[in-house]
């Protein structure tokens, strides 16, 4: 079972849906056990860096997200895959979860902001949950932050005006897409069919 957690800054019934629609077990989950018993972890997230991680702290599952990313496949998505980081710099410093090292900053561009639409998938290491992905692969994304990580973490990215991390990776079992794999069409079932397919 995928548990999506649900802490109030999700958005988790299009990504239950896409699970649904690929026949993978999931459920919506506030709890801790929920969490621990799950077999893979997804985070989604809309909305702002510091009051997502608000949320995330009044809910106690902090602690268990560190823990169980540190032994299952872990996913966050959008704003989820912004918070794994060590900090983020919307609207002020604020503390990640800190799964992988690095920050998320305002874009720096003079492109239109937020990156809205279809951007091509650029990979850069390979990752299991890129396999049978081709390289003129098109996904969606909407935002105005961007990672800024080791390249070694970065599985795959986008050009907007310079390279956007779009799918990174611990090199273990986190990941993190920047994009919405459940807005993604084929392309974005593809991807969470394969991380599906690592439980």
Same mark, same amino acid.
């Given at each position: 079972?995928? &548990?999506?957690?649900?802490? *109030?800054? %999700?958005?988790?019934? @299009?990504?239950? $849906?896409? !699970?649904?629609?690929? =026949? /993978?077990?999931?459920?919506?989950?506030?709890?801790?056990?929920?969490?621990?018993?799950?077999? &893979?972890?997804?985070?989604? *997230?809309? %909305?702002?860096?510091? @009051?997502?991680? $608000?949320? !995330?702290?009044?809910? =106690? /599952?902090?602690?268990?997200?560190?823990?169980?990313?540190?032994?299952?496949?872990?996913?966050?998505?959008?704003?989820?895959?912004?918070?794994?980081?060590?900090?983020?710099?919307?609207?002020?410093?604020?503390?990640?979860?800190?799964?992988?090292?690095?920050?998320?900053?305002?874009?720096?561009?003079?492109?239109?902001?937020?990156?809205?639409?279809?951007?091509?998938?650029?990979?850069?290491?390979?990752?299991?949950?890129?396999?049978?992905?081709?390289?003129?692969?098109?996904?969606?994304?909407?935002?105005?932050?961007?990672?800024?990580?080791?390249?070694?973490?970065?599985?795959?990215?986008?050009?907007?005006?310079?390279?956007?991390?779009?799918?990174?990776?611990?090199?273990?079992?986190?990941?993190?897409?920047?994009?919405?794999?459940?807005?993604?069409?084929?392309?974005?079932?593809?991807?969470?069919?394969?991380?599906?397919?690592?439980?």
């Amino acid at each position: 079972m995928i &548990a999506i957690v649900d802490y *109030g800054a %999700g958005n988790i019934f @299009s990504v239950k $849906n896409a !699970l649904d629609y690929l =026949g /993978l077990k999931s459920e919506l989950v506030s709890d801790k056990e929920s969490i621990k018993s799950a077999d &893979a972890v997804i985070l989604p *997230g809309v %909305g702002a860096f510091p @009051s997502a991680m $608000n949320m !995330l702290g009044k809910s =106690g /599952l902090v602690d268990t997200i560190k823990e169980e990313s540190a032994k299952k496949p872990f996913l966050g998505i959008c704003l989820g895959m912004q918070l794994i980081f060590s900090k983020g710099y919307e609207f002020e410093e604020c503390d990640g979860l800190g799964l992988i090292s690095g920050s998320v900053r305002k874009m720096e561009t003079d492109l239109i902001i937020p990156h809205m639409g279809w951007n091509k998938l650029e990979k850069l290491n390979d990752c299991p949950i890129l396999e049978n992905i081709g390289d003129d692969e098109y996904v969606y994304f909407v935002h105005s932050y961007k990672a800024y990580c080791d390249d070694r973490n970065i599985s795959a990215y986008c050009e907007y005006d310079g390279r956007v991390p779009a799918l990174v990776h611990d090199g273990k079992f986190v990941y993190g897409a920047q994009f919405h794999p459940e807005k993604s069409g084929e392309t974005g079932l593809k991807i969470l069919k394969n991380f599906g397919g690592l439980i």
